[in-house]
Every structure is written in structure tokens, then in C-alpha cells.
């Protein structure tokens, strides 16, 4: 068994971290200081190990480890170098409401960086039960931080349906799973994709439906129509300082784990399985965008508008591994994004809070001009407007889409996007045109929430005006 | 080995799985159907496992895994689901209509 330390030194630090903040918050109860502490630390020491996986094992060196279990390439440690600091930035918005939580908070630190974890077993998995333990350690995570906030009805209302809805695709994930298994004989991602390239399968029939439900799956961890229902209910009503790392790192992990499976695993069946992430693409950007339209709360609207974003992503897909680089870029611009609108939200409406009516942010520019220009700026990238990394996404997924012959799919999406721009301008108006009710005021951001949105701020037009190093860089985020 | 009968058996076991998370409205009883697609899941691993006789024995390795898995699982949806009867005094998935559309 060829061991490698540096395979699982992420996790391994992450877990001593929650391991000794659990056990000091038990014994001395010291305090949110210390929480930020051993958060800052795990947070730091995972991105370190992460960014010296990168260096050292992307492109042609990447290898698998611990039995063909766990992989350290380009792709795996991308994803960490995404979804560590996302947890550490979703932790920092996030502060008010682990305060508000008394003795508890420890425990919000806890899990979400337990969710970064299975979020990057998730990317970084050689073998389908590592990524199947990953996917759960995630989710369960996210269920429980879903209903943190235990007295407020819709936040638990929004736990038990993402529960019982991530349940059951498991479930289906899972059968379909074992009906792959049973065709290629092996768990193992880089088994099964040699196997379906040297054998001609003469009664594909098994493969075929488990593809189908392995699809299932993981277009409803990733939120894509038609098996987006979850999404909006549990983003309105998860607590306003959950919701972004929730929205942010699902779409990571999904997406990896999608990549992993489909481009890799799936890779020789290409032909079969296109065609109907083509659709789900393409509804899901239809969808998505329509719903939007009509929605009055802001945190449901972003929720529909990331059921558009899961299309335009899963544009990208259809192209196959060569559409990996373009899908990296457009999740780890977009997951910055919707964490801070999210976080704005918890700003404006309460970090505590689920709901967050459009009504909250009307004339918001007179009353917080920062805060407003900073949702205007994040709309605006959302809808893909030139300069901002919202745009080069689009246009890169556009491109890889084009390159795989699904030109209908890229007319859909422009259009699409065109119809989105009415949504998200929708909010800017409301914003900067029309004028605040009397007796609200300035809004306090937490320091936190500032770090976050000046950091996402920065990097959305920085990247939006100089996309190529990030571009050029991600040629290097493949997978094994 | 002839694993025709495994394989009908969790299909049916997934079906009723299925079936009773449509039109079961108690949130319990839709979390116990859960557990049955898990189940059927779990059969089909191991009946497929032993079936291709997989030297690495990953068919019944993965059942491991998803039973303990499940157990976690199942803990956490427990929680969830007596917070919400706590809240509410009812666990009626029907009744969980605060947020729609």
C-alpha cells in the first residue's frame, strides 16, 4: 500500500483542529476568541497543505494514494485551495450568528469546517466510496448548520427538507453506484474509466441506468433544474449567516465530485451521458432564470439565479474533461460571489434571520452607500457584465460548450443571460432609484462581513479585468 | 451463481423505499423509507460483489460504509425531525408549508 501523508494532511489537520477545539470548548469553555483560533489555524494549515499539493503533484505527476483511495492532483488540490479559504471566509461572515448562539458557536465552527473536509474528500477522491463518505460527511454537515438557529420554524423547516430530499439522492446516488459497480467490477474512479475504455460492453443496459442515477444524484447536490426544489426553501429559510457558505461550497463539492464522476470515471461513455446534462443544463439555466424573475425576496431570488449558475456550469461539462479548466473557473469565481451577496443579506436582514424581502433593500444606496455598492457589484458580476469575472465565466463556459458541438445549449445561455439581467437590475434599481422608508438607518456591518466583501470585491474585478493567470493556471486543475 | 433474485429483491425493497418517501406524510415513517432504499442498496452491493467475485471485496466493503453511514445519517434526521415536532407539535411533512415558491 503506497501511503503518502501529504494525500490526507488536509484532513488530518482540519480534524485536529475540530478535535481540539471540541475538547477545549468542553473542558475551559474559552470563548470565541479561541474558536477563531483553531479555526484560523486548521483553516491556514489545510490551505498550506493543499497549495503544496499543488506544487507538487499537478499535471503529469498526480498520483493516487492509501490504496487507490485518495488522489492528489491539479484537481483536488484546486478544489482545496477553493474550499478551505471559502470555509475560513464563511466562518468570518458567519461571526455575528455564532456569537448570537452562546455556548454553541464552537459548534458552528466545528461543523462548517467538518463540511470543508468532506467537501474536499469529495474533490480529491480516487475511489467512489471515498467519494461517497465525503458527500455524506458534507451534507450531514450542511443539515445541521441548515437548522442551526433551533426556535426559528422556517430554519428548521428548511433542515428537514434538505434532509430528507439529500437523503433520498443519496439513496439514488447510491444504487447507482452499485449498478456501475456492477458492470466495470471496480470502485475505483481510474478502474472504471480504464475498464469502459478497453471493453465494448455488449448489453450496456445496467451501466446505462446507473449513469442515469449517479446523474440524479449529484444534479441535486448541485442544485440543477428539475431537481432544484430544495434549494430556494432551504436558502430563505437557513439562518442569513449559514446560507452562503452553504450555497458556495455545495456548488464546489458537486461540481468536483460531478467532474470526478462524469469526465473521469464516465469519461469513455461521453456520448451517452452529454446529451442529457446538455438538457439539465439547459433547463436548469431556463428555470432558474424565470423563476428569478418573479421572485420578492432576495435570498430566494439568488437561490433561483444558482439553479441558472448550476446551468451554466453544467455547460462547461458537456465538453468533457477538456471543459474541466472552464468549469473551475467559473465555480471558484461564482462561489466567492454568492457568499458575499449572501453575506450582504445577513448583513441587511440579520444574520439570525431567514427571510430577506426585497422591501429591506430599497433606497438602501442613501442609507449604506457601501453596502449597496457592494451588492450592485456582485449583481452586476453575477449577471455577467464585461470586467467582472462573472463575464469571463460565461464566456469560458460558453467556449468549451462550443468546442463540444452544443451551440443550442450556448444560445439558450445567452439568451438566458440577457432575461437575467432584468433581475439582477431589478435589485440595483430598487437600490439606487427609489428612496428609504423614514425610520431605517445606516446599517452596521460587522468586521467580518467587511474582510469578506472587500476580499470578494477585489477578486471579482481583478480577475474580471485580468482573467489570464487564472485561466492559464487552471490548464493545470485536471484530474488524475 | 444465478443473482436474479438479490437484484429483484432490492429493486423492490428501492420501489417501496421510493414509494412510502411520496405518500408517506409522517416525517418518521418517510426517514424509515429512506433506510430501505439504503437497504436495497446495500443488498445490491454485496449480491453484486460476491457475483463477480471482486478480489478487493469493495461490494461488501462499500455495504460497511454505508451502513455506518446511514447510522449517522439517520441520528442527524432524528434530530431534525424532533426539533421540528418540538416547534411545531406536529411532524407532518405536509404541514412544513411556510416557504413555497
Same mark, same amino acid.
Given at each position: ?21 471540541? &475538547?477545549? @470548548? ?8 479561541w474558536w477563531a483560533i483553531a479555526a484560523a489555524m ?5 490551505? *498550506? ?19 487507490? &483511495? ?11 485551495? /477553493? ?35 468532506? *467537501?474536499? +474528500? &469529495? ?40 434532509f430528507l430530499l439529500g437523503a433520498v439522492a443519496s ?6 453506484? !452499485? ?8 470502485? =475505483?474512479?481510474?478502474?472504471? $474509466? ?11 443496459? #445496467? +451501466? ?10 449529484? *444534479? ?50 461521453? @456520448? ?33 439565479? =444558482? ?8 455547460? %462547461? ?8 479548466? @472552464?468549469?473551475?473557473?467559473? /465555480? $471558484? ?6 457568499? *458575499?451577496?449572501?453575506? #450582504? ?10 427571510? %430577506? ?6 433606497? +438602501? ?5 457601501? +453596502? $449597496? ?5 456582485? &449583481?452586476? !458580476? ?9 463575464? /469571463?465565466?460565461? %464566456? ?30 431589478? #435589485? ?6 427609489? $428612496?428609504?422608508?423614514?425610520? =431605517? ?7 467580518? !462581513? ?14 474580471? #479585468? ?10 493545470? %486543475?485536471?484530474?488524475? | ?101
Amino acid at each position: 500500500m503506497n501511503m503518502n501523508l501529504l494525500a490526507v494532511a488536509p484532513e488530518v489537520i482540519v480534524v485536529v483542529a475540530v478535535v481540539a477545539l471540541l &475538547m477545549i @470548548d468542553v473542558q475551559w469553555r474559552p470563548g470565541p476568541v479561541w474558536w477563531a483560533i483553531a479555526a484560523a489555524m486548521g483553516i491556514a494549515g489545510a490551505t *498550506a497543505a493543499v497549495a503544496l499539493q499543488w506544487v507538487d503533484y499537478r499535471g503529469a505527476d498526480a498520483a493516487s494514494f492509501f490504496s487507490d &483511495m485518495i488522489a492528489i492532483d491539479g484537481f483536488g488540490a484546486f478544489a482545496g485551495m /477553493v474550499i478551505f479559504p471559502l470555509a475560513g471566509l464563511g466562518l468570518m461572515a458567519a461571526w455575528p450568528l455564532i456569537r448570537s448562539q452562546g455556548g454553541r458557536g464552537a459548534e458552528f465552527v466545528v461543523l462548517v469546517l467538518i463540511a470543508a473536509t468532506g *467537501a474536499h +474528500l &469529495m474533490a480529491a477522491a480516487a475511489n467512489l466510496i471515498m467519494l461517497f463518505v465525503g458527500l455524506e460527511v458534507f451534507s450531514i454537515s450542511l443539515y445541521v448548520l441548515a437548522g442551526f438557529t433551533r426556535e426559528r420554524v422556517d430554519a428548521d423547516e428548511a433542515a428537514l427538507k434538505y434532509f430528507l430530499l439529500g437523503a433520498v439522492a443519496s439513496a439514488i446516488f447510491l444504487y447507482g453506484i !452499485a449498478l456501475v459497480y456492477a458492470s466495470t467490477g471496480t470502485t =475505483s474512479i481510474g478502474g472504471i $474509466a480504464t475498464y469502459l475504455r478497453s471493453t465494448i460492453l455488449l448489453r450496456p443496459g #445496467v +451501466l446505462m441506468a446507473g449513469m442515469a442515477m449517479l446523474l440524479v444524484g449529484l *444534479a441535486f447536490k448541485v442544485s440543477a433544474a428539475p431537481f432544484h426544489m430544495w434549494a430556494p426553501d432551504v436558502y430563505q429559510g437557513a439562518p442569513g449567516g449559514v446560507t452562503g457558505f452553504l450555497a458556495a461550497g455545495a456548488k464546489v463539492a458537486g461540481f468536483a465530485a460531478m467532474a470526478r464522476v462524469l469526465a473521469v470515471a464516465l469519461g469513455g461513455r461521453i @456520448d451517452d451521458w452529454a446529451p442529457a446534462v446538455a438538457v439539465l443544463a439547459a433547463v436548469s439555466i431556463v428555470l432558474g432564470t424565470l423563476l428569478a424573475l418573479v421572485q420578492s425576496d432576495l435570498k430566494r431570488m439568488l437561490a433561483y439565479s =444558482s439553479v441558472a449558475h448550476a446551468g451554466f456550469i453544467l455547460t %462547461a461539462l458537456v465538453a468533457g474533461a477538456n471543459g474541466i479548466p @472552464d468549469m473551475w473557473f467559473y /465555480v $471558484a469565481t461564482y462561489a466567492v460571489q454568492v457568499l *458575499a451577496a449572501f453575506t #450582504v443579506a445577513s448583513v441587511v436582514s440579520g444574520a439570525t434571520q431567514g427571510r %430577506a424581502p426585497l422591501s429591506d433593500y430599497t433606497g +438602501l444606496a442613501s442609507r449604506s452607500p457601501w +453596502l $449597496a455598492g457592494m451588492l450592485g457589484l456582485l &449583481m452586476l !458580476a453575477m449577471a455577467g457584465i464585461p470586467l467582472t469575472a462573472g463575464f /469571463v465565466g460565461k %464566456a469560458a463556459v460558453f467556449r468549451s460548450a462550443i468546442d463540444a458541438d452544443y451551440l443550442w445549449l450556448v444560445i439558450v445561455g445567452v439568451v438566458s443571460a440577457v432575461a437575467g439581467l432584468f433581475f439582477y437590475l431589478r #435589485v440595483i434599481v430598487l437600490m439606487y432609484m427609489q $428612496a428609504a422608508d423614514e425610520e =431605517s438607518g445606516h446599517i452596521p456591518v460587522p468586521g467580518g !462581513a467587511r474582510v469578506v466583501l472587500v476580499a470578494v470585491g477585489v477578486l471579482t474585478v481583478l480577475i474580471g #479585468v485580468v482573467p489570464w493567470p487564472l485561466l492559464t493556471w487552471l490548464r493545470d %486543475a485536471l484530474p488524475l | 451463481m444465478i443473482i436474479n433474485q438479490f437484484l429483484v429483491l432490492a429493486a423492490l425493497l428501492f420501489s417501496i423505499g421510493i414509494y412510502g418517501v411520496l405518500v408517506r406524510r409522517n416525517a418518521v415513517l418517510v426517514l424509515l423509507s429512506i433506510e430501505l432504499m439504503l437497504t436495497a442498496v446495500n443488498i445490491n452491493l454485496v449480491a453484486f460483489g460476491s457475483y463477480i467475485q471482486d478480489t478487493l471485496r469493495s461490494g461488501q466493503v462499500f455495504a460497511l460504509f454505508v451502513i455506518t453511514v446511514a447510522a449517522a445519517e439517520v441520528g442527524i434526521g432524528l434530530a431534525i425531525v424532533v426539533l421540528v415536532f418540538r416547534n411545531r407539535a406536529s411532524a407532518n411533512v405536509d404541514e412544513l408549508d411556510l416557504m413555497r415558491w
